[in-house]
């Protein structure tokens, strides 16, 4: 049976979504703004992030932070918040029977936070502490290099936690300014799913949800720039490399159905233990101990990454061999069983994701901020469902084989990683 769907707009413009998951006790209520990384001017990079932290600190009602996390752990609930390059996000997941509260505390420290001068202070500290924990983790410093090979000074190329100097620097107007500026509710939503029963009514749901402010919608954000192909290493003298490289492939990223098909490829090549990355790349040859390639749309770009932790000395054959078994994808497409198990493997995984109501959550927000498309999760699931053969060969076609940005962390240089397949 399809979830039940509800939307209604509050008077500032946010819509509230209601989305009912029968059979569970919980409740998720998420809001999210199109107000990521992606949405920063140069000199910001990182407020994004840093803001998110900021209103945890308190708002009117609950106003420092051991309320907030205080309150939370009373009604049993689980309080958290995300920041990528396309939204900003915070969310409560409860007992149903705790809707109003979880509602009243998630919308008044995030709809009108303190942004207190002295707590800023204090969380510039930890902020920058992250990223240098960040920095200290090769996979996750591969993470942040491939962006930077993929899209340059792009803002999809900077670090979501931005660079240390700039949080040094930030001021409470900056932070506010930027707030005032990217926290439309006319892109952004509320997300209310799981048992939907408890909830308040609209009156009571759209008193709460206009504690955020009533802002304009904000600007169009940069358009996404040209493929590249840059190569970025970060040497270190370590046992271990992290290899990141990623195909932009000329697709509709607007498309459901083809951003289903490339998921379907994504999962053939490398996303389950049955595929060919996994089963040559480990288990076959034994060159990495990691192996993966992951597929995903930014509303306006697709990309495919794949990714390698492995012995150093392994490095460079591996990443060989994982460029051509893409060229021969490329030339000579999947086979149909693999296709069909690839199909399977996908829509089980998300059969089973959607059972928790914080996944439907930040799926719903994804789809309304990202694509402006139906949150139903039942829909994603039946895309994946009605990808064909000849579906999977068309996106396989579609990725260059020698149009790859490369990013590695580990005792290699940028001219390892020529390829003349």
Not at 64 to 83: C, I, P, S
Not at 126 to 134: C, D, H, L, S
Request: glycine residues 8%.
């Amino acid at each position: 049976m399809m979830p039940q769907i509800i939307s209604t707009v509050a008077p500032n413009g946010l819509p509230v979504h209601r989305i009912a998951l029968p059979g569970t006790r919980t409740l998720t209520a998420l809001v999210a703004f199109h107000a990521g990384a992606r949405t920063e001017r140069p000199e910001e990079n990182g407020i994004a992030h840093f803001l998110e932290h900021l209103v945890f600190k308190g708002g009117e009602t609950y106003d420092d932070y051991r309320k907030v996390n205080e309150t939370a752990e009373r009604m049993g609930g689980v309080l958290n918040a995300y920041t990528s390059h396309s939204m900003v996000a915070f969310h409560i997941t409860v007992r149903a029977e705790s809707a109003d509260a979880a509602l009243d505390l998630l919308t008044d420290f995030a709809g009108r936070p303190q942004i207190d001068a002295g707590e800023l202070d204090k969380e510039r500290g930890v902020v920058i502490q992250e990223i240098a924990r960040y920095n200290d983790q090769p996979a996750a410093l591969a993470e942040m290099l491939i962006d930077e090979a993929t899209f340059g000074d792009h803002p999809l190329g900077r670090p979501v936690l931005g660079p240390e100097e700039h949080l040094r620097t930030f001021s409470r107007d900056q932070v506010v300014a930027f707030r005032d500026r990217r926290w439309s509710g006319r892109t952004g939503g509320a997300f209310l799913v799981g048992d939907v029963g408890q909830l308040p009514d609209d009156e009571r749901l759209h008193e709460l949800f206009s504690r955020f402010p009533d802002i304009g919608a904000p600007g169009p954000v940069d358009e996404v720039p040209a493929p590249r192909t840059d190569v970025v290493v970060r040497e270190r003298d370590t046992n271990q490399s992290h290899l990141r490289f990623t195909y932009r492939p000329d697709l509709d990223a607007a498309d459901p159905a083809t951003r289903a098909a490339l998921t379907i490829y994504s999962t053939l090549l490398g996303g389950s233990m049955g595929s060919r990355l996994f089963d040559e790349i480990r288990e076959q040859r034994g060159l990495a101990y990691s192996v993966s390639a992951s597929a995903w749309s930014l509303g306006d770009t697709t990309q495919l990454q794949l990714s390698a932790g492995l012995d150093s000395e392994k490095c460079l054959e591996a990443y060989g061999r994982m460029r051509e078994i893409v060229a021969e994808l490329h030339a000579d497409g999947p086979t149909e069983d693999e296709v069909a198990r690839a199909r399977a493997y996908a829509a089980g995984r998300l059969v089973l994701a959607f059972e928790n109501s914080g996944a439907v959550a930040r799926h719903a927000a994804t789809q309304a901020i990202v694509h402006g498309e139906d949150l139903d999760p039942d829909r994603a699931i039946a895309a994946l469902d009605a990808v064909t053969l000849d579906d999977v060969r068309e996106i396989a076609r579609s990725v260059d084989p020698s149009q790859a940005a490369v990013a590695c962390v580990g005792p290699q240089t940028a001219d390892d990683f020529g390829w003349d397949g």
